[in-house]
């Protein structure tokens, strides 16, 4: 289902019309915000501008091909599984009754999806994990710091900003997931392809 909506976005893209605001990708849904009186006045729809955009939609639906979609972009991104800045990786391991070697190890085996964007900019929802280390959220959430690793559920993600959060922390990574100064505040995308890689605490502090 997220591969379609990939493609609709895509689809959406190479059709954008005057009056389209933004194109918001999800794990099985697609938002796209519009301006209706832009829409009515311009393109004139016989009934409503609302009307305009189903169709639209469902001629994206119809029309997109998710085997034609660009060849995604793949991130390798360093984590550094470490104490500091892994707080619920021993208690992880416990839970889940497995070491927490093994738990970098199936982390970093898997090159993960993008499903969406959301909950705050630049958070990247990846999935899925392997089953062994699949774990459910926090009972409470706690201060997160940015570029957090954690996972929560089949789920795993990386906070771009200090926050509270309810996922469980086993790694943090030294790049910045959202610069509001940058050109490009958020650099990866729904659709792209992640693989993290273990390294050590004083690489981190050399890579930041």
Not at 38 to 46: D, E, F, G, N, V
Not at 53 to 60: F, W
Not at 138 to 164: D, E, F, R, W
């Amino acid at each position: 289902m997220n591969r379609k909506v990939m493609a609709m976005a895509a689809w959406l893209r190479k059709h954008a019309f005057d009056g389209l605001n933004n194109i918001i990708p999800a794990y099985s849904s697609l938002t796209v915000s519009y301006d209706p009186y832009l829409i009515k006045t311009r393109y004139q729809p016989a009934s409503t501008a609302f009307d305009w955009i189903k169709d639209l939609l469902q001629a994206a639906y119809n029309q997109s091909n998710e085997n034609s979609t660009a060849s995604p972009a793949l991130h390798r991104i360093p984590v550094c599984y470490e104490e500091e800045y892994a707080p619920d990786l021993d208690t992880l391991a416990l839970h889940l009754q497995i070491t927490t070697s093994e738990i970098i190890a199936l982390h970093t085996a898997v090159v993960y999806r993008v499903y969406m964007i959301g909950f705050l900019p630049g958070f990247a929802y990846l999935g899925t994990v392997d089953d062994k280390i699949a774990a459910p959220r926090k009972a409470q959430p706690s201060s997160v710091m940015a570029g957090s690793v954690g996972i929560a559920g089949k789920q795993t993600g990386i906070y771009p900003l200090n926050s509270p959060g309810g996922w469980n922390i086993i790694g943090r990574i030294p790049l910045k997931m959202f610069d509001p100064h940058a050109e490009q505040p958020v650099w990866m995308q729904p659709g792209d392809a992640v693989q993290f890689f273990p390294i050590t605490a004083r690489e981190f502090k050399t890579r930041q």
